[in-house]
């Protein structure tokens, strides 16, 4: 496999803190080259071999802003228990509903723009149903859970323009922690 050509910004960026702005349908050639790159880019970063190759972080999402543009995109690949890939892309998403129960990540959340250890937890709803469209423009709502619910809010802060440190109470990194399942 060939690692795609992709500049993935630091935190230090200003426009990783700018909201994204809605897509519109078709989308051209380019975004569809680039949509794949990353979900490419994303499953090379989970196997081993790949990683070590091309020292890689390993990342399960990427925002569009992240690449330094401001559109509300993003894709997350899941490794399965059975080592295939799952692949998402989502398009312009909204959480149409959410669960009650919180889960946080008991190593902390990681992000390819955060290159430092953050300290801390990340209140995640437990299952969310987001709206969203695919590659080619059509609509589809899905019902995601545990960490691909994790990633899915993650990103879409990312399309908000917020970190998940941003999110981390400085004064009180573990506020609540009683009131969440780790995962």
Do not use: W
Not at 147 to 161: R, S, T
Request: glycine share 4%.
């Amino acid at each position: 496999m060939q690692l795609p050509d992709l500049v993935i910004l630091d935190e230090k960026e200003k426009i990783l803190h700018k909201p994204s702005q809605e897509v519109k349908f078709p989308l051209n050639e380019e975004d569809k080259k680039r949509i794949n790159d990353m979900l490419l880019y994303l499953k090379m970063s989970q196997i081993d071999e790949e990683r070590e190759k091309y020292d890689l972080r390993a990342g399960m999402g990427l925002a569009y802003v992240q690449l330094g543009i401001l559109k509300r995109i993003f894709v997350i690949v899941n490794e399965e228990e059975d080592h295939s890939f799952t692949n998402y892309v989502v398009i312009n998403p909204k959480i149409i509903t959410h669960s009650e129960e919180l889960i946080y990540v008991g190593e902390g959340e990681g992000c390819l723009s955060v290159n430092r250890e953050v300290e801390g937890i990340v209140p995640r709803y437990a299952r969310i149903t987001v709206k969203a469209y695919d590659i080619d423009g059509n609509p589809y709502t899905i019902r995601v859970r545990e960490e691909v619910a994790i990633a899915f809010q993650h990103e879409i802060d990312h399309l908000d323009g917020i970190l998940f440190p941003d999110k981390i109470d400085p004064k009180n990194p573990y506020k609540n922690i009683n009131n969440m399942r780790e995962i």
